[in-house]
């Protein structure tokens, strides 16, 4: 089997709260005194499934405490929403960004919840004129409202795309810039980023993001990491995760174990010598 079901199939994350933050993290709680690294980002962050995401990983190669930030279909907006989590990443030796997709932000054409942020809210004016054929109330996810907006209309979608991604790019420069200390920008995904200017996709995490966008925000941070997952982490998928049949599916969507060890080896060198310089 690729998984293994462990007493009543799930993990038990040990949710708990940090500060003034009103988000709920993947725990168990740790001692935020100055001396840890926090790590921000979506799935593959925090972990679903995966008893030892990379961040506990990294600790267990470096010794350096890692707190995990991470959310569950994170966008930028559910750190820029909660300044709670800036004030504690400002008590932190290092802070790991993760690149989380484009689409998953209010932005001019729709609103997402500011803390569930695949959850889509509602459409603006402006994109209710661009397609005007669309009932928008048929939507509650961000990813099945933009594929049903490509597949209408693949012209009218690149609008769409290139406000998300200047979007992307603005959110995260402000991110970074709100954090005080050194930061890494961690770009973790099955392949490379796209070039400038290529065709959107929404089949690929992080959605929309390219290798422009992401020169234009790694200038404001101390570092960049590029993780492409190898062919045999891939091949591997979800063996060694810890889940119920019922959440096969929604597991084959995530990075399996060997995707976090990979993503591990290579930040755990990075911050070492980070946090001694």
């Given amino acids: 089997m690729a998984y293994e079901i462990t007493g009543g199939g799930t993990l038990d994350y040990h949710p708990c709260r940090y500060g003034q933050s009103k988000l709920v993290f993947r725990g168990p709680r740790r001692k935020l005194d100055g001396n840890f690294c926090a790590v921000l980002g979506g799935n593959e962050t925090y972990g679903r499934f995966i008893e030892r995401p990379y961040p506990a990983l990294v600790e267990e190669a470096t010794g350096l405490r890692m707190v995990n930030f991470g959310c569950m279909n994170a966008g930028v907006d559910v750190y820029l929403n909660d300044p709670g989590v800036v004030d504690l990443c400002a008590s932190a030796r290092v802070t790991v960004v993760q690149v989380m997709g484009a ?43 933009l594929r049903a907006l490509q597949e209408l209309s693949p012209e009218r979608f690149e609008v769409v795309a290139d406000e998300l991604k200047a979007a992307w790019v603005a959110r995260m420069q402000l991110l970074l810039r709100r954090i005080p200390g050194k930061t890494v920008l961690l770009w973790t995904a099955d392949h490379a980023p796209a070039a400038g200017g290529a065709a959107p996709r929404l089949d690929r995490e992080p959605i ?12 404001h941070a101390t570092e960049t990491i590029e993780v492409i997952s190898s062919p045999a982490a891939r091949e591997a998928g979800n063996q060694g995760m810890v889940l119920s049949a019922l959440d096969e599916a929604a597991a084959s969507e995530l990075p399996g174990p060997a995707v976090h060890a990979e993503v591990a080896r290579a930040l755990a060198p990075v911050l070492r010598k980070m946090v001694s310089a």
Avoid: C, Q
């Fill in 208 to 219: 929309l993001v390219d290798r422009d966008m992401i020169a234009a925000v790694a200038v």
């Fill in 103 to 145: 689409h998953n932000m209010t932005n001019r054409f729709y609103a997402v919840h500011p803390r569930r942020n695949d959850r889509f809210l509602r459409a603006s004016s402006l994109l209710k004129t661009i397609y005007r054929e669309v009932d928008f109330t048929e939507f509650h996810f961000t990813r099945h409202m």
